[in-house]
């Protein structure tokens, strides 16, 4: 069992650029989300999927992208990043949605220049 | 949406101490109440949780205490070890809906 795996786990963009973060999960967990997390600012959540096919925005959804086709992957796609996207990105996966244990990925730094 | 407001946003205290980290909620439909513990570096992992038909919890040296009236929940560490230096977040969720919500994160240094 790898768990949440999340790639890259480093980014250097630059403003305009796109780029997909990619996130997989082998615990046939339904809920899968994305946060991103900013100093002094805790976990946000972009996005959220509660099953293939079916996703939502969560607090921050805006500049992002998020689809479903699989069980197992939940890709987040910047369409044109831009500076204040320079965070650490978390993918997570919960088996029984936000009232049971969220497993994250070890994270991916993106910065923005 | 719910917002959940946490303190203090660092605490140091002695090896052997106690620790008190506390979170205020907004939503009274809010029905579970998880804390992660972030090492330097790491991923954030549950360390435990509580759900609001308890009023306490508790697992070794770690206790949760939720009071739903209030609207706040605290976490409590006994006898403090190094290795439990980290950022811990505290989070809730309403009922319903798949929106949690952190805190800002409390950093704790345990000093040996």
Same mark, same amino acid.
């Given at each position: 069992?790898?768990?949440?795996?999340?790639?890259?786990?480093?980014?250097?963009?630059?403003?305009?650029?796109?780029?997909?973060?990619?996130?997989?999960?082998?615990?046939?967990?339904?809920?899968?989300?994305?946060?991103?997390?900013?100093?002094?600012?805790?976990?946000?959540?972009?996005? =959220?999927?509660?099953? /293939?096919?079916?996703?939502?925005?969560?607090?921050?959804?805006?500049? =992002?992208?998020?689809?479903?086709?699989?069980?197992?992957?939940?890709?987040?796609?910047?369409?044109?990043? /831009?500076?204040?996207?320079?965070?650490? =990105?978390?993918?997570?996966?919960?088996?029984?949605?936000?009232?049971?244990?969220?497993?994250?990925?070890?994270?991916?730094?993106?910065?923005?220049? | 949406?719910?917002?959940?407001?946490?303190?203090?946003? $660092?605490?140091?205290?002695?090896?052997?101490?106690?620790?008190?980290?506390?979170? $205020?909620?907004?939503?009274?439909?809010?029905?579970?109440?998880?804390?992660?513990?972030?090492?330097?570096?790491?991923?954030?992992?549950?360390?435990?949780?509580?759900?609001?038909?308890?009023?306490?919890?508790?697992?070794?040296?770690?206790?949760?205490?939720?009071?739903? $009236?209030?609207?706040?929940?605290? #976490?409590?560490?006994?006898?403090?070890?190094?290795?439990?230096?980290?950022?811990?977040?505290?989070?809730?969720?309403?009922?319903?809906?798949?929106?949690?919500?952190?805190?800002?994160?409390?950093? #704790? $240094?345990?000093?040996?």
């Amino acid at each position: 069992n790898a768990g949440v795996t999340q790639t890259p786990k480093f980014q250097v963009l630059k403003t305009g650029q796109s780029m997909t973060l990619q996130c997989a999960q082998d615990m046939n967990h339904e809920y899968m989300s994305w946060y991103r997390q900013d100093p002094g600012m805790g976990l946000r959540l972009i996005h =959220y999927s509660v099953g /293939a096919g079916i996703t939502d925005q969560g607090e921050v959804p805006n500049g =992002y992208n998020v689809s479903r086709s699989t069980t197992e992957d939940f890709p987040l796609r910047l369409l044109s990043a /831009a500076p204040s996207q320079t965070s650490v =990105y978390f993918c997570a996966s919960s088996l029984s949605g936000v009232t049971g244990e969220l497993f994250f990925g070890e994270g991916s730094r993106l910065t923005v220049l | 949406g719910e917002n959940v407001e946490q303190h203090p946003s $660092t605490l140091s205290v002695q090896e052997g101490d106690s620790a008190v980290i506390k979170c $205020t909620y907004s939503d009274s439909a809010s029905n579970y109440f998880p804390w992660y513990k972030q090492e330097l570096g790491k991923r954030p992992q549950l360390i435990i949780d509580i759900r609001s038909n308890v009023g306490e919890k508790k697992d070794q040296r770690i206790a949760v205490t939720l009071n739903k $009236t209030a609207k706040h929940f605290s #976490l409590h560490i006994t006898e403090t070890q190094p290795e439990d230096s980290a950022v811990y977040f505290c989070a809730a969720s309403p009922s319903g809906n798949n929106d949690m919500r952190f805190g800002a994160g409390t950093r #704790l $240094t345990v000093k040996p």
